[in-house]
């Protein structure tokens, strides 16, 4: 087999800043050792997120020319609803400016104090508007999902007898909705089948419960559902994709992930109660029913990425990409969650660095390491993110300590990623001088974005 390459030439191109490891470790110092407070510019490879940060297309950037200004019932409005309805079927399509504003409307709406949401496993954000509102955010992924070191096709799965027992124990009438995270970003960037969608559905079904899914990456989803799942591999990621939207009643989905853009998102459904009440509440936060929080050039952008997503000489590039970086790791060594996710390569931290316990931090030890060795930029997914206090004031720890990879769209080459891949096996053959953190501030919600830590 040919070298899978990038489906795309390069029209414009954006310079990169070279730092020496002297200035990293002071500018590391100075942004108090949490990669969210460092400069960009100081950046050599970011891998913070591939939110927002894919490169649009040539059009893409003709239709922002093309896109539609008019405050009311503008032209790029309507191309955003006839494309977000033809692929998912759902009714009501309400732009919003990024995929948690959808999640802030949608939880004000029916969200609140007894209500609990269960989830494949939350984002962090998704979590943070349920729990805003006063409703529980309750994770079920399969067990499968939790182990980092098994290789299994579908680790996104939603845990269906967990979801039986919990709907039992919690009571439907307190369960307003269910979501499901295509891929599980959280869980590793791991897909869902479709039958465990529909199988998800079909459980919801018999108490009542409608499905949300958080759609972001749909088609990263549907690409592994084509590759994996028996009985896919004829069907295109497109009819795929609609079949995933089939089981659902609606959707939240942030743009900047598979629909190519650097802003937006959107929150769709078919129930017409909670339409009226969301756009009502858009209108006050957000703005008028046909723009939300967008320009129309966004909603042009926007239409065009998501037909654009479900190309598969992208897919194939963009999957292959993933577990390239991946196979290169494995390779030598260093422990990441099998097999690589859709969007990033998550290193096992309490693997890597085990002589660092989980309170002390070491996902976040290794991405420090990483900055200072290599100039390249990742975020912790462990302790710091989803770290709690209990009673006593001890930390909660989550069951992972992970640290993610996470792969811009159309932004790297082959190159770029031999050039992480060495700096992570660096950084991974001397493990042993890794170090811990404590944190010194802290915010009471989403803390890892603005937390401030000091070396041990
Ligand atoms: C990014 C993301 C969100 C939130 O979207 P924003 O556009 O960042 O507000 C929600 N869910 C998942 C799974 C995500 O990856």
């Known amino acids: 087999m040919k070298t899978i390459i990038e489906p795309f030439k390069i029209k414009s191109v954006e310079p990169i800043n070279f730092t020496t490891r002297e200035q990293r470790v002071r500018i590391l110092q100075e942004a108090f050792y949490n990669p969210f407070l460092i400069h960009a510019d100081n950046v050599l490879i970011d891998l913070l997120t591939d939110s927002g940060t894919s490169a649009m297309s ?129 869980g590793g960037g791991q897909p869902v089948s479709l039958s465990n969608i529909r199988a998800t559905k079909q459980l919801l079904q018999e108490y009542g419960i409608p499905l949300f899914l958080d759609a972001c990456r749909f088609a990263e989803n ?115 969650v099998q097999p690589p996710g859709g969007h990033a390569i998550y290193l096992d931290a309490k693997a890597f660095a085990p002589h660092i316990p989980q309170h002390e931090y070491p996902g976040q030890a290794i991405v420090c390491a990483l900055y200072e060795k290599g100039g390249i930029r990742c975020v912790e997914i462990g302790s710091v993110m989803f770290g709690t206090y209990g009673p006593d004031g001890k930390l909660i720890s989550p069951m992972m300590e992970l640290v993610r990879l996470a792969i811009p769209r159309r932004v790297y080459t082959q190159s770029h990623i031999d050039y992480v891949a060495e700096v992570v096996q660096e950084v991974y053959a001397e493990r042993e001088r890794l170090r811990g953190f404590r944190i010194v501030e802290e915010a009471p919600m989403l803390r890892h974005f603005t937390a401030k830590f000091a070396p041990l």
């Not at 089981?247 to 769709?268: H, I, R, W």
């Open 58 to 186: 040539a059009k893409q950037w003709s239709g922002m020319m093309d896109g539609d200004e008019s405050y009311a019932g503008s032209r790029s409005y309507f191309r955003f609803e006839q494309t977000i309805r033809s692929l998912t079927g759902f009714n009501h399509i309400i732009p919003t400016h990024q995929g948690r504003a959808a999640e802030k409307i949608l939880f004000s709406v029916v969200g609140g104090q007894g209500k609990f949401i269960p989830n494949n496993t939350h984002f962090d954000t998704t979590r943070a508007n349920v729990e805003f509102s006063g409703a529980v955010a309750v994770d079920l992924p399969t067990p499968e999902g939790k182990q980092p070191a098994l290789r299994a096709d579908f680790k996104g799965n939603m845990d269906l007898d967990a979801l039986r027992k919990f709907i039992e124990q919690a009571g439907p009438a307190n369960i307003p909705l269910c979501m499901m995270t295509v891929t599980n970003n959280s």
């Open 222 to 336: 549907a690409f592994f559902i084509k590759k994996r799942e028996p009985g896919y591999a004829q069907k295109s990621v497109e009819e795929i994709a609609r079949e995933m939207f089939s089981y659902a009643d609606g959707c939240t989905m942030s743009a900047k992930k598979d629909a190519l853009v650097n802003m937006g998102g959107f929150l769709a459904m078919n129930n017409d109660e909670w339409a009226r009440q969301a756009r009502n509440l858009l209108i006050v936060t957000e703005g008028f029913t046909t723009y939300g929080g967008l320009a129309g050039r966004d909603l042009e952008a926007i239409a065009q990425g998501l037909t654009e997503i479900l190309d598969e000489h992208y897919l194939t590039y963009r999957i292959r990409s993933v577990e390239y970086l991946g196979e290169k790791l494995t390779n030598a060594g260093v422990p990441i």
